[in-house]
């Protein structure tokens, strides 16, 4: 009992000790009552730091944890505070800084990034703020540094695993290495300053995130009651169903008191008026993507944004003077020069059976009256059965059976070939190639851009397909509507291009290519939300449903939480403490 009492007594000289050391070397003085003093100054970060203070940070980071917080990178925090000599970035004197009280407020607010505050320690560093405790203060500045690093990792770059999304790593942006981001807090700069750095700046991405606000701000629309409105196939005007008195509801039309059922000339306007705003055909006729849209709830528009936003994150930074945009849901490209819209039009990309990849690559050239080797699924699913039905469809189309490369390559007679009996294998070792004319799905356009799925921008001989206001048909390539326009723009610089040099190689007939003077980037991206040409938040279709699955892949990992900011539908916004947070 005496040497425990003894040891004890000790103990609690050494603790005395290290508090005494805690205001004579690294400078702290804590109150009487036991409470932190307000920060005088944004970067106020004391002097050399105490013993006490020292220990515990390197407590904690050979732990690689505080409490049941595990941190992302204890090594790169270990190097950081090396570098520091252990002096802490933000907390001060007497306690926290102006600046850890910014940074978690900006936490707190990080769902209007789409992401989730509580990955941060926002609870844990809440609390440790509002009930200071002197024990606790290295514990603090490691939350807040693993919170810096989580968080900026989480706005540079893709937090999911491609494999999840189809996706390749190389064509987006990886998050930021945990040296790197601590390398901001490093640089000597304004805390703000700080922020502004590791934050988005894209203009598209900070209109979806006040957009994002705006959504959480404001009350449920009275119409989402008579949600969903199904009518099992399209609906014109002149129509009737019994669904016409949801959708009047939906418009916010009042119910007439005749023929309530009919799909009537001003309930028509308000959906083509609809349309307009969402740019789809204003025909007023509601096929499956007006039904979507239509039937869009808050919530539902709140996680579209969430899911875009997070796209967006993904290809955030420097773009070259000039490239080219492909927006798979929207069906539309565009031509930059200088960061200004040459060209704009629209696209046919693949269906949801066939779908085009999301991807970057380069444009090295164009070719003209391109021949059109057809891709294997073309062939087995589309061009053998077609064979089958009619022995002359390769004549017909112009379609030469090659085997064989170089020198061993021989050209193939359709009429000997048992096209009911020919195996896969067989199939693989004979290329159909189309030859250059009308007949050929390639047109006369082709935009070289070599990449792992054989997918291109090119002409098309069914112009007749831009009409329609479902244009995800394709086979997974992109067709263009004015494919000579494209050309000229990636030929730019090229002596003697011009629309004389391309009649005279189109009456020829041959196939040409011409490289291009400077590689043009290409983009081939999916947004599901754009802004349209009035300035507009456009909610588009999810024609491959991948938003879905990318919020599906964001909660499986914890990765994003919605703000409650109404209070049992009073119309009063929350304060901060009564927010819910809820997937």
Same mark, same amino acid.
């Given at each position: ?185 490093? +640089? %000597?700069?304004?805390? @703000? *300053?700080? =922020?502004?750095?590791?934050? /988005? ?7 979806? #995130? ?105 290809? +955030? %930074?420097?773009?070259? @003077? *000039?490239? =080219?945009?492909?927006?798979? /849901? ?7 020069? #200088? ?245």
């Amino acid at each position: 009992m005496h040497k425990n009492g003894k040891f004890n007594n000790h103990f609690k000289i050494l603790a005395v000790v290290s508090i005494v050391l805690s205001t004579a070397v690294f400078g702290f003085s804590a109150p009487s009552t036991g409470q932190y003093m307000a920060p005088a100054a944004e970067d106020a970060q004391g002097g050399k730091p105490s013993f006490l203070m020292k220990t515990s940070l390197g407590s904690a980071l050979s732990a690689g944890r505080v409490g049941k917080a595990k941190f992302h990178d204890s090594k790169a925090m270990q190097v950081y505070y090396s570098t520091r000599e252990n002096r802490p970035y933000w907390v001060g004197d007497s306690g926290p800084t102006g600046r850890a009280e910014k940074f978690l407020e900006i936490l707190e607010a990080s769902w209007t990034h789409g992401l989730n505050p509580r990955k941060y320690h926002t609870d844990e560093i809440r609390g440790m703020i509002e009930h200071p405790n002197m024990m606790e203060k290295a514990e603090l500045e490691l939350l807040l540094t693993d919170a810096f690093i989580r968080y900026a990792r989480d706005l540079s770059g893709m937090r999911i695993s491609p494999e999840a999304m189809k996706l390749d790593m190389k064509d987006w942006r990886a998050p930021m290495g945990s040296e790197d981001v601590l390398g901001f807090l490093a +640089e %000597g700069k304004s805390f @703000d *300053r700080v =922020i502004k750095d590791i934050e /988005p700046k894209s203009p598209t991405y900070k209109k979806l #995130q006040k957009e994002l606000v705006r959504l959480a701000q404001e009350d449920v629309g009275a119409y989402e009651q008579h949600l969903p409105i199904v009518f099992g196939g399209l609906m014109r005007p002149g129509w009737g169903h019994k669904a016409v008195p949801k959708l009047r509801d939906r418009m916010g039309l009042k119910q007439p008191e005749k023929n309530k059922m009919v799909y009537d000339d001003e309930l028509a306007a308000a959906v083509m008026k609809f349309q307009r705003e969402n740019e789809l055909m204003a025909d007023g006729v509601i096929g499956d993507k007006t039904l979507q849209l239509l039937n869009r709830t808050k919530h539902d528009k709140m996680l579209q944004l969430i899911a875009n936003m997070e796209r967006l994150r993904w290809s +955030e %930074g420097e773009k070259p @003077d *000039r490239f =080219i945009v492909v927006n798979i /849901p929207s069906a539309t490209l565009w031509a930059l020069d #200088q960061g200004r819209v040459k060209l704009e039009m629209p696209v046919i990309v693949g269906s949801p059976w066939r779908r085009t990849r999301s991807f970057s690559t380069e444009v090295t050239g164009v070719r003209l009256n391109p021949k059109w080797t057809v891709p294997p699924t073309v062939k087995i699913f589309d061009i053998v059965p077609k064979i089958q039905e009619d022995p002359n469809f390769l004549v017909d189309k112009g379609m030469e059976l090659i085997k064989g490369y170089g020198s061993e390559a021989r050209t193939l007679d359709p009429s000997s070939i048992d096209w009911n009996t020919i195996s896969k294998a067989e199939l693989s070792k004979i290329r159909f190639i189309q030859t250059p004319g009308e007949h050929n799905p390639l047109g006369r356009v082709r935009i070289l851009m070599p990449n792992e799925y054989n997918m291109y921008l090119h002409d098309t001989n069914h112009p007749e397909l831009f009409d329609k206001p479902e244009r995800a048909v394709s086979s997974g390539c992109m067709r263009m509507k004015h494919p000579e326009k494209v050309a000229s723009f990636v030929m730019d610089g090229y002596q003697g291009w011009g629309e004389n040099l391309m009649s005279e190689v189109f009456s020829a007939g041959k196939e040409t290519d011409f490289d291009i003077v400077k590689p043009v980037k290409v983009y081939v991206l999916y947004y599901t939300v754009w802004i349209g040409d009035k300035g507009q938040i456009v909610y588009g279709s999810d024609v491959y449903n991948y938003d879905s699955k990318l919020i599906d892949a964001l909660a499986g990992i914890d990765g994003y939480h919605l703000p409650v900011h109404y209070v049992g539908g009073s119309g009063r916004i929350a304060t901060r403490s009564e927010i819910a947070y809820s997937r």
